[in-house]
C-alpha cells in the first residue's frame, strides 16, 4: 500500500516525510530498507559537475548519522530489505547555468536492490542527490530509508531563488562565503546575488582601474582578488547556483571618490542624512560624461569576470539632493536650458543600460529605476522589487520579468535596532522577521493573470551587513532563508490548491535546521528542544 503526500498533514508525520523543501510529488510505501553503505554510480552523460556532486554527496552520507528531533525516542527500526546503492541517470551534460535550466529529477528508492535518480541535466541531479541525502536516517549503528517503496518526481516552481548579500559594509572570508554557498544548496537555492560593493567599501579587485580596491578595499587581505572570485564561481556552479554581481550605480558610490573623486558629487557629508539613506554620502556625477565612462569601464570589466548571463545595475535610492547641490551639476544645467537633474538621470540610465546590451548580458536593477525616475528600461530588464507588494503588480502590468525581495518579509538584517551610535531607536525595517514572516510571503498574491505569473521569476531574501559578519552570518541567514526557499522551489500550495501553514511545516522545518547545524552551518534555533521533539505541541491554542 502507498500514501500520497497530498493533502495530508505534515507536523505529525514521520521523518521519511519531512524532505526541505518538499517534493512536488511524493509517494511513500510502508516498508523499511537498510542503507549502511549506498555507493553511488553515474550511468549516461557524465560530466564534472555530476561527478563533484556524486563525490560529495558520497561524503555526506557516509558520514552523517542524523535522527530527527521528532523521532529521538524511535529506537531501532526493522528493516525488510537492503538497499544495494543509486545509479545516477543523466539524460544530457550540458553545464549551462541560467533562468532556463532543468533542474527537475526523478527519485525511485525500491524496497530491496538499487536506487535510480533520472534527470536531464546535471543540476537535476544535484538537487536529486540532495533529496536522496535527507531520506538516509540514522538507525542504530545502521543507516535506513523509512517508508519505501518511495518514488518522487520534483521540479521548482520558480526558475530563481535567491540569496542577495552584501560583502561591502562589513567582509567575508572566502570561507565563509563558500559556507553560505553550501547552506544555499541544502534547501535548493540556486541564485547567489553578490552586492560586492557598495559606498563602505570596494573589496573587489579591479585590472582596469587599481585604485578602486588598492584604496577602497579595507586591507588587502579584506580583498576579493580575481582568483577568489573564480573559486567563489566555481563552487557554487558545482552546487547549481549561479553568482550574479552587483555594481551598484550612480547612487551608494563614496568609495569611488578615494580614487575617482573628480566624477563624484557629496562625497561623505557632514550632515549625511540630506543626502544618502545612511554614510557615508556620495554619487557619481551624472553630469559628467566621465562618470559614464567610468560605469562603462566597471562594465566591461567585470561582465567579462563574472560569466552570469544576468549583471545587477543596482540604480537604488538615489538621493536628488545630492545633484540639486552640486555646484557642477548646477553650473552644467545652467549651461545647458532645458535640461534638469531628472533628465541627466535618464540620461545616464541610458547609456549605462544601453552599454550592457552591447555585452550580451541582460540588465538587473533595482525598482527604482523604473519607478523612481523617468528612464524607462527595456522590458528585457528583471526588476528586482522591494517597496511593498504593489511594486510587484505595477512591474507585471508594465510587462517586466520580475524578482521579489520584498523588505516587509525577506530583508533578514531587520529586527536589530539602528546601528547609529548616538540613536536609541529601531532601525527603518524592523521589526525581526520570523521565519513564519518569510514563509508566510507569497510573490504571487493577487497576480491573477496567467501570463502577468509566468513573468516572475522568483524570490531573494536579502541580508545587508551593517550588523552582520562572518561570526554571526549562519544565524542570521539561516534557518528562515530555508523557509524562502521552500517557497520558491515548491510554490504555497500542495497539488490540490491548499495553501501550507507554518503550523504544519514546522516540524520539517525543525528537521531541515537540525540536519544542517550537523553539516556545519550554525542555524538559530527555531523553539525550545521540547517543541522541536514534540510537533504541534507549542502551537497556540485554538480560541
Not at 508594465?398 to 525581495?405: E, N, P
Not at 525577506?410 to 547609529?420: E, K, M, N, T, V
Not at 498574491?445 to 549562519?474: C, F, M, R, Y
Request: aromatic fraction near 10%.
Amino acid at each position: 500500500m502507498k500514501l500520497s503526500l497530498i493533502g495530508l498533514l505534515a507536523a505529525a508525520l514521520p521523518s521519511a516525510f519531512a524532505l526541505w523543501p518538499i517534493p512536488r510529488t511524493l509517494t511513500q510505501g510502508t516498508s523499511n530498507t537498510e542503507a549502511s553503505v549506498v555507493g553511488i554510480t553515474v550511468e549516461g552523460k557524465s560530466s564534472a559537475i555530476v561527478a563533484s556532486a556524486v563525490s560529495r554527496y558520497q561524503q555526506i552520507i557516509a558520514c552523517e548519522s542524523f535522527v530527527a528531533p521528532a523521532d529521538y525516542k524511535r529506537g531501532i527500526v526493522n528493516t525488510t530489505g537492503s538497499l544495494s546503492g543509486l545509479t545516477v541517470c543523466i539524460q544530457g551534460s550540458d553545464e549551462t547555468l541560467d533562468l532556463d535550466t532543468d533542474e527537475s529529477y526523478t527519485l525511485d528508492v525500491p524496497v530491496n536492490g538499487a536506487a535510480t535518480l533520472t534527470a536531464n541535466t546535471p543540476y537535476g541531479a544535484v538537487r536529486g542527490l540532495e533529496t536522496f541525502s535527507q531520506l538516509v536516517t540514522a538507525n542504530g549503528y545502521g543507516k535506513a530509508i523509512l517508508n519505501t517503496p518511495v518514488h518522487i518526481e520534483d521540479a521548482p516552481v520558480y526558475p530563481h531563488r535567491g540569496l542577495s548579500f552584501d560583502t561591502s559594509r562589513n567582509f567575508y572570508p572566502v570561507d565563509a562565503i563558500f559556507r553560505i554557498l553550501d547552506a544555499m544548496s541544502y534547501n535548493k537555492m540556486n541564485a547567489f546575488h553578490w552586492h560586492v560593493v557598495d559606498a563602505h567599501s570596494w573589496p573587489i579587485e579591479s585590472k582596469s582601474i587599481p585604485g578602486l580596491h588598492q584604496n577602497g578595499a579595507y586591507s588587502a587581505g579584506m580583498t576579493y582578488y580575481y582568483g577568489d572570485v573564480q573559486r567563489i564561481i566555481q563552487y557554487a556552479k558545482e552546487r547549481g547556483i549561479r553568482v550574479i554581481p552587483e555594481f551598484d550605480v550612480p547612487g551608494h558610490t563614496y568609495i569611488v571618490s578615494l580614487t575617482k573623486p573628480e566624477i563624484m558629487s557629496c562625497p561623505n557629508k557632514k550632515n549625511w542624512d540630506h543626502f544618502a539613506a545612511e554614510p557615508p554620502s556620495g554619487q557619481l556625477n551624472i553630469a559628467k560624461p566621465e562618470a559614464v565612462d567610468f560605469t562603462k569601464t566597471i562594465i566591461a570589466e567585470y561582465t567579462k569576470l563574472f560569466p552570469d548571463q544576468v549583471f545587477h545595475l543596482g540604480g537604488d535610492e538615489v538621493n536628488r539632493n545630492c545633484w540639486t547641490e552640486d555646484p557642477d551639476v548646477q553650473a552644467y544645467l545652467a549651461a545647458h536650458p532645458g535640461e534638469d537633474v531628472e533628465s541627466l538621470l535618464v540620461n545616464y540610465y541610458t547609456k549605462v543600460h544601453d552599454y550592457l546590451a552591447t555585452t550580451g548580458k541582460t540588465a538587473y536593477s533595482w525598482e527604482e529605476t523604473l519607478f523612481h525616475s523617468k528612464y524607462v528600461p527595456d522590458n528585457s530588464t528583471i526588476l528586482q522589487v522591494w517597496i511593498d507588494q504593489a511594486s510587484v503588480q505595477k512591474a507585471l502590468a508594465l510587462g517586466y520579468r520580475v524578482v521579489s525581495s520584498s523588505a516587509d518579509s525577506y530583508y533578514l538584517d531587520c529586527g536589530h535596532g539602528a546601528w547609529l551610535p548616538n540613536f536609541d531607536g529601531n532601525s527603518w525595517c524592523d521589526p525581526f522577521k520570523s521565519w513564519m514572516h518569510v514563509y508566510n510571503y507569497d510573490v504571487a498574491a493577487n497576480v491573477t493573470d496567467p501570463a502577468q505569473k509566468k513573468l516572475i521569476l522568483g524570490t531573494e531574501v536579502a541580508l545587508w551587513s551593517e550588523q552582520t559578519d562572518e561570526h554571526v552570518i549562519d544565524a542570521r541567514l539561516w534557518p528562515r532563508a530555508a523557509a524562502m526557499a521552500e517557497t520558491a522551489w515548491s510554490g504555497k500550495s500542495d497539488a490540490t490548491g491548499h495553501v501550507r501553514t507554518t503550523g504544519e511545516v514546522a516540524s520539517r522545518l525543525h528537521e531541515q535546521r537540525f540536519r544542517m547545524v550537523g553539516r556545519g552551518i550554525n542555524a538559530e534555533p527555531m523553539q525550545p528542544l521540547w517543541c522541536a521533539r514534540n510537533p504541534g505541541g507549542c502551537d497556540l491554542p485554538p480560541s
